[in-house]
């Protein structure tokens, strides 16, 4: 039965995007309100893994059942019973991180406004901001995101994006993202020392002036804004010897550091001060002069 | 007194930093917990605004007082009634937005550490990724981000960055997001009229090839994330007369669009077709073949 709401007495409906975050019990205050008050709630938990999160947790703490869906529900069906619920009543679909870091739901909600379904998003934390946020670097400074996905060996594609992305960044002094890839619903993962290795390969087929080895500096992160986050700055060869445990992970390789940036890293993650010196001189050869 | 924790007994304290998000009840479940728990809660409002936040709200939903700091308690004292607390205590400051965006807390941070005392990092939304979460637009495109600051006619000091990101962040086919300058205490804004006028000046006093005129896509995002939330997405000139009500406020200058990204913007925005296609000529003029 639908609830008389001030949404439903205005014969309008929504459909709500909301951010689960990047930690088990990452929903807002706003979020939870909603949730208690909507007709259905929707959950995907494909497109990222969040620690320690469960699902009965969830259930119990909003007194009442959720339905899981999948990619293909999703991605094939085009999310075609959210939709047909939406039309009728107050639905939410809960998302891991911040909304619509994911296509698939920019997608969903383009054809919800086609078809006259108001939309609102709730945000949550996400990965991208926490990153920075968790290893005392600046998010001014980020420059382009990336993903390092799981080689494929079968298929001979090994892509060099990821390389890329990053020499494009340090010419202009910016830190680089990575994103490690995870794939939620066969539990398959990529690790960060899986992650450097493949950048390392990828700057030797590049076969330019060498940017990720033994020397690189980079910060490792993995499981950010949970009890059992764990940061590591240091060397690419430190960093590889080191068993991070569970993921998510993500990795940065920062550009031009500020001085209060050093602190943080030799400060809060034991970095060696060497390591930042050899990295320091090695960014200002492959900056640009724009 | 103090509450007999598994962290006193363990004879260490923790000084937590936790982010309020960007709406009224963006603090997250688990914040939540972590606040009824803690010894003392300090509270800072003056790095951003967060729309119909009251600290009334936040005392009643915690059942205790708030003790609010100011910018002189933080930059200029060193946030040391902070440091000295959480020495004896379990302390949590809170801040707007996802907590480290502005740089003064991670000094605060660094000496915490420094004084043993651990600290732990409560993330919440954070208007770097809510802005291309709301608008539809890929934050995988985004560039590097930038402040458009007040402007100071008496000292003269007319900067160019915001206009050399955009330029750089083009040339690689990146979205630039902006975030408009808010001084909370003295409850100065910047509009978006006013910054799309300021970065017109910019382009004009560089004298290129115009990147900012009449006819460039612009997104205007004003209370992102909020119930009242208003985004416009049109030509500058559009967006020039459009009232986005109170703020904060931000701007998105888009890239190389995706053809789903073009579609979010028409679809959900009403964005005229041909300011999307004009703009997709110009941005390729801009392009640089890397």
Redesign the interface.
Known sequence: MLKISRLVLNGDHLLYFI?L??????????A??ILRRVDTVFLELYTSIIPDFKLDWLEN?LGRKIRVVDREDLEERGGEDILREAKVADVALLTPG????A?TH??L??EA??RNIKT???????I???A???C?L??????????ITIPEPKVGYRPITPYLVLK?NLE?G?HTLFLLEIRAESGEFLTIPKALELLEDMDRRVGEESIVDDNTLVVGLAR??T?NEYIAAGSLSELKDIEFGPPPYSLIIPGVLHP?EE??LT??FDCKLEVIEGWRERVKSVLKN?
């Open positions: 951010g975050g990047i930690s088990e019990k990452g929903l807002s205050i706003e939870l309100e703490m911040d909304p619509f870091i296509t920019i997608v909600r383009i406004e086609r609102r998003i709730i945000h949550s934390s996400s991208i901001t926490a920075f946020s968790s005392g600046q998010v001014y400074k980020m420059g382009r995101i990336v993903t494009e202009r910016l950010v804004g009890p209060i602190e943080a400060t809060l724009t």
